[in-house]
């Protein structure tokens, strides 16, 4: 699906003879629109979701990983560094290692978070956080992660597919 969606974006572009970056763009999101609105319609609503789930996922991720930055470059340039580093397991929802992956992937890019392990079998995952008021916040920020990452993979799928 994501190469009919690329095709027909090509063709778009080439046919309104805006073959920049910029017009691939354009004609990305003026297809994206066609089939998020036909998607009932020729049964890629699925598709369609997941495309919107992850742009949202990417936009949001984006925004925390400005937040941290500035929370880490406020931390060390304080005149008087106080931080209080903490190791914290957090239960994941989802006993699955390719998503515990991409977890701990996300932790490690967002500053101030390290995903130290992960237990499979306890469905754990240890992380170190820089500055942690409490546990809590940090479970919080794995969670919310979690949460927005399982929503994008999970787009459309209803209960009987997910089984």
């Not at 794995?142 to 209803?158: F, K, M, P, Q, Y």
Request: charged share 20%.
């Amino acid at each position: 699906m994501a190469l009919l969606h690329l095709a027909l974006a090509f063709g778009l572009a080439a046919f309104a003879d805006m073959l920049s970056p910029l017009g691939m763009l354009a004609a990305f999101i003026i297809v994206f629109g066609v089939l998020r609105l036909s998607g009932n319609l020729f049964g890629i609503r699925r598709y369609a979701l997941r495309v919107d789930y992850g742009f949202r996922f990417v936009l949001w991720f984006i925004g925390e990983v400005f937040k941290a930055s500035f929370d880490v470059a406020r931390l060390v340039l304080r005149r008087r560094v106080a931080t209080r580093p903490a190791v914290v397991a957090v239960r994941l929802q989802r006993a699955d290692d390719a998503i515990a992956t991409l977890i701990g992937a996300l932790l490690t890019l967002t500053p101030g978070t390290l995903a130290l392990d992960y237990d499979s079998d306890a469905q754990l995952m240890y992380v170190h956080a820089l500055d942690a008021d409490t546990a809590d916040d940090i479970e919080q920020g794995v969670r919310a992660i979690e949460s927005r990452l399982l929503r994008w993979i999970d787009a459309g799928l209803t209960e009987e597919d997910a089984a």
